[in-house]
């Protein structure tokens, strides 16, 4: 049994969310403050039983800021969930009966509807408060059925991200340990026994003289102190003879010898074992008939649970348990999630919260498992991002967070990630960051690669780039590459780069540090002269090469590769990443801010790129791109003033 589709309309973060397929083991994800909380919470107010009914009676604070309509002017609030997965369960096909809105697959629905009482709404002159509000939740298509009752059977439950589960776990009634003992309740002869067996080693301590002396000095100290009228006679017992109390003093240890509570364990360790013990206490009770399932919810486990501990649980937990979601900003747990599992909640143009994820997309089995591969822990961090920067190996994660750091672009302000893909099959992260699944803006930087080892001009990058592209553009884009490759395959390629930056594929004329040459000259030589290992005639080499690629001429490209694979591209960039950083590039951001007009591209209109940085030298492909995301997250380009400030200057 899990939820299948989920449909929010005006609560909280909420104007309108529509979760459809809803996954199963969904792990939902988004930066802090878009609703992640708020969701399980709307899930609580449909299906969870220990919510009081006081809860689902909303407050002005609880209605979308978003909405329409107001809470004053009669608002309508709706949570909409649908459970599926229970055909051929004969407990949950009974607690469902007349729940159902779909006989194929077998589907219930579960309606909550806060929304003001008719002979208010046909009212009017005045704003209404809590007491003009009525809720209900209803079930089925046409919901003419109480629902009311089903989250007595089918219950969802949410464990926080700040508890206490050392302290819960010591509390008898905080304890799901209390449920699977009344579960697994032993027999009554065994509980009298073992009273009867405490109550004589009680005895047999308490005849002890130093025993006794302690409780009759405590006695006359309580005496002494608040009178002959106090009800209190202390002594002294390991545990209560009763055999109901006996059970409840039972206690959980950690270690089988008994010698470790739960107040000696780790908060991991406390949190882990809370979290097993729910999952035992859902199964028996299931299994008794007691309930028909349960759906559990699992705030921020990272909050306790180190990154190895993350992925060994919940990669078991995730692909083992069908009816559970976990909220997350935890790499490490999305890494080890399904693909098809995965929710991105983000705020949208309207200042609420949408969703986009991956069950809607149409993956294929074997696109499906190799995006898992690649959904290691550092390609993960793309699923928390505002914006994804996806480049071919190690050398761009470093320089390209250092050029747009020193054109006044701080990426992690803006929450854009540098994902480095490891290679150039850049494919299944555009199929997962795509319109069709998560939606998240992105572009691709990749090297032209005219020529192979041989010499042989096959334009690798253009044929790369027609694979990334889609719909009619595919073949259209793969044509035009083949006729440039039969005519003329050493001209320039501008013109084809052009139309692959148009749909998010940004490319170089040849390799990033031939290409970047003209513009970082000064800084890739002072990085080189820095290695140890590099002599004089080394270094004069290299200089030479720089200053030849900067005044155009490209046969000086080998001479700088040989040096850059020599120390390697990984270590080289590291390096040449610092230096950008540390002497900046002000003289070129001023001139280019000087030169390019902000008309080229309205205000308003992020998704578009200035193809005049484009075409304006080899490395304009990176800085075209940088721009490009920097219209995404920051709404102005790399050249322009910010707005806001702008405005604020004015005023």
């Not at 939902?28 to 689902?56: C, Q, W, Y």
């Not at 006044?408 to 290679?423: M, W």
């Amino acid at each position: 049994m899990r939820i299948s589709r989920v449909l929010i309309e005006n609560y909280r973060n909420f104007q309108k969310l529509l979760i459809d397929p809803f996954p199963p083991s969904a792990v939902i994800v988004g930066e802090n403050g878009v609703g992640k909380t708020n969701f399980l919470r709307a899930l609580r107010i449909v299906l969870d039983p220990e919510l009081p009914d006081s809860a689902r009676r909303l407050r002005p604070e609880d209605v979308c800021e978003a909405s329409k309509i107001s809470y004053s002017d009669g608002v309508t609030v709706r949570i909409e969930v649908d459970i599926t997965d229970f055909a051929g369960e004969l407990a949950a096909e009974a607690s469902l009966d007349g729940c159902f809105s779909s006989l194929d697959p077998l589907t219930a629905r579960l309606v909550y509807v806060f929304e003001p009482l008719v002979s208010v709404a046909e009212s009017s002159g005045r704003s209404l408060t809590r007491d003009d509000y009525t809720w209900d939740i209803s079930a089925g298509i046409d919901g003419d059925r109480d629902g009311k009752r089903i989250r007595r059977d089918i219950n969802f439950t949410v464990l926080q991200a700040l508890r206490d589960a050392v302290g819960d776990l010591s509390r008898w009634r905080d304890s799901p340990l209390q449920d699977l003992l009344e579960l697994r309740r032993p027999q009554q002869d065994a509980l009298t026994n073992a009273a009867e067996e405490v109550a004589t080693a009680m005895e047999t301590l308490a005849r002890e003289p130093e025993i006794g002396q302690l409780a009759e000095e405590l006695s006359n100290r309580l005496t002494s102190m608040a009178g002959e009228r106090t009800d209190i006679a202390p002594s002294f017992g390991f545990a209560s003879s009763d055999p109901d109390r006996l059970l409840r003093s039972l206690r959980l240890f950690m270690d089988r010898a008994g010698t470790r509570s739960v107040s000696d364990a780790s908060t991991g360790n406390a949190n882990i074992l809370y979290l097993a013990l729910l999952l035992e206490r859902s199964r028996l009770r299931k299994e008794s008939g007691a309930i028909v399932d349960t759906i559990l919810g699992v705030e921020e486990p990272e909050a306790h649970l180190h990154p190895v501990l993350q992925r060994q649980v919940f990669s078991h937990l995730l692909h083992e348990e069908p009816s559970l979601m976990v909220t997350t900003h935890s790499p490490h747990i999305a890494a080890v999630s399904r693909l098809d599992s995965l929710i991105l909640l983000r705020k949208v143009a309207d200042g609420s919260t949408g969703a986009s994820y991956t069950s809607r997309a149409n993956f294929s089995v074997d696109e499906k498992e190799d995006l898992e591969r690649y959904l290691d822990v550092s390609r993960a961090e793309v699923l928390f991002c505002s914006a994804a920067i996806l480049v071919e190996g190690i050398a761009e994660v470093y320089l390209v967070p250092a050029i747009a750091q020193a054109l006044g672009f701080n990426l992690d302000a803006y929450g854009v990630i540098v994902a480095n893909i490891g290679g150039t099959d850049f494919f299944p992260f555009r199929q997962l960051l795509g319109e069709g699944s998560l939606d998240i803006p992105h572009v691709i930087l990749t090297d032209g690669d005219p020529t192979n080892k041989k010499g042989e001009y096959l334009h690798y990058g253009l044929s790369r780039a027609a694979k990334l592209m889609s719909g009619a553009a595919v073949g259209e884009f793969t044509q035009r590459v083949e006729d440039f490759l039969a005519k003329d395959p050493e001209s320039a390629t501008l013109d084809l780069r052009l139309e692959a930056a148009k749909v998010g594929v940004f490319m170089g004329p040849k390799t990033l540090e031939v290409d970047m040459a003209p513009l970082l000259g000064p800084h890739m030589i002072k990085a080189h002269d820095q290695f140890s290992d590099v002599s004089d005639n080394l270094k004069g080499k290299f200089e030479a090469a720089i200053e030849g690629l900067r005044n155009g001429d490209a046969s000086h490209q080998k001479q700088l590769l040989l040096r850059v694979d020599s120390i390697s591209k990984g270590r080289f960039a590291q390096r040449l990443a610092h230096h950008v950083e540390q002497d900046g590039l002000a003289s070129f951001r001023d001139a280019t801010r000087r030169r390019i007009s902000s008309e080229l591209l309205p205000v308003g209109e992020p998704w578009r790129f200035n193809e005049q940085l484009f075409t304006d030298s080899t490395y304009g492909y990176l800085i075209s791109a940088l721009d490009h995301v920097s219209r995404q997250v920051r709404n102005y380009g790399l050249f322009e003033e910010n707005p806001a400030l702008v405005a604020s200057e004015d005023r």
